[in-house]
């Protein structure tokens, strides 16, 4: 059989990088677009690139042609909550309108199935846990509406044009390559996994945000799921699109399973073998008490389950941060 050309745009990203590297050895030909405003070529060296915006719909034309894409696995967007309270137009212009374009190079040159990075932020406030798909989705930032608009783009245009799509809502995406050949990188960078880490490396200090929340221990829960579990994912959902029904679904990515931050400190302390040292802070706004994920849709309709568990994560964090502390880049 012919290898499928794939176009993953933002595949020069943290979840991007790792789901070339696993389509490459699941028998696809990855082409790679990043605008390397946030990625970084260095995490796809070995695969085709081109340094295009989104926003260029000739140029993305272009490449569609030019490698006779099969389908389109799309992550570029810009992802910091707080950010995009401050500057909602940022994150509109790039993840809505970025992504209109994107739709419309893949309509003029008829590309008809895309999978796309979406969040847990869809859904706002949980109202209650495990949140499954029928959960409301309120919310509660601009960076979750920009998401959850393009998810309504998705459905209107699969309504009145054809298009396949699979809407992948990631909860706690963690964890790197086992090879630590890739890993998390962001700059600046506000996740905890990596926060903690580099604490323990000596390269920063690290504050729990609010330890006065409805939780068993009083700080936040979230679901962690590794990053290789969601690049698997993307690969289950490009197998969706081969028969002959239309697809047009959001699904959510996790591990149905809930760690508070101090869980995740003690899981950091054993498998560095480190003592984390913190300060206890105010909670950071617009963060939710618990978010975790029901994956049973996920089971059901793509055949997924997550392989990885809050140790796996660590380890492959820990084995990445040290390799690179602080990332792909170099402060
Ligand atoms: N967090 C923290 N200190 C940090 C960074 C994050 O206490 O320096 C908390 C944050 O408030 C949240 C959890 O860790 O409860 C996960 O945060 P992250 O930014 O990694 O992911 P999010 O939940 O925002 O997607």
């Not at 994107?102 to 999978?115: E, G, P, S, T, Y």
């Not at 846990?129 to 029928?134: A, L, N, R, S």
């Not at 998401?147 to 298009?163: C, H, M, N, Q, W």
């Not at 660590?314 to 602080?326: D, I």
Request: with cysteine.
């Amino acid at each position: 059989m012919k290898t499928k050309n794939i176009l993953v745009v933002g595949g020069a990203g943290y979840i991007g990088s790792h789901t070339v590297k696993m389509l490459a050895a699941s028998g696809y030909q990855p082409i790679v677009v990043d605008s390397l405003v946030s990625g970084y070529k260095e995490a796809v060296a070995k695969y085709p690139f081109y340094q295009i915006d989104m926003h260029d719909t000739q140029k993305i034309g272009e490449v569609l042609q030019k490698h006779e894409i099969e389908a389109v696995v799309h992550f570029a967007a810009f992802i910091e909550v707080g950010e995009s309270q401050i500057d909602p137009q940022k994150y509109y212009e790039n993840n809505v309108m970025g992504t209109l374009s994107l739709l419309k190079a893949m309509r003029q040159n008829q590309v008809d199935k895309i999978v796309f990075s979406s969040t847990a932020a869809t859904y706002g406030e949980p109202v209650y846990t495990p949140i499954d798909e029928k959960h409301p989705t309120l919310p509660i930032n601009t960076y979750g509406k920009t998401k959850l608009v393009v998810e309504g783009i998705l459905a209107d245009y699969a309504r009145s044009y054809g298009l396949n799509y699979i809407a992948l809502r990631y909860f706690n995406a963690s964890g790197a390559d086992f090879a630590a050949d890739i890993g998390e990188s962001h700059k600046p960078e506000t996740h905890l996994v990596p926060i903690i880490l580099q604490s323990v490396l000596g390269l920063r200090s690290f504050k729990v945000f609010g330890d006065d929340y409805k939780t068993k221990d009083g700080t936040c829960v979230r679901d962690y799921i590794h990053v290789l579990d969601l690049a698997s994912a993307h690969i289950k959902a490009l197998e969706k699109f081969a028969g002959n029904k239309q697809v047009a679904e959001s699904i959510n990515l996790g591990n149905q399973k809930g760690y508070s931050i101090l869980e995740v400190i003690k899981m950091v302390e054993k498998v560095t073998g480190k003592k984390v040292v913190y300060e206890l802070a105010a909670r950071r706004p617009g963060d939710p008490a618990v978010l975790i994920a029901s994956s049973e849709k996920a089971k059901k309709f793509l055949g997924w389950s997550p392989q990885y568990d809050l140790q796996d994560i660590m380890a492959s964090a820990w084995k990445w941060h040290q390799r690179k502390p602080y990332g792909f880049n170099s402060t």
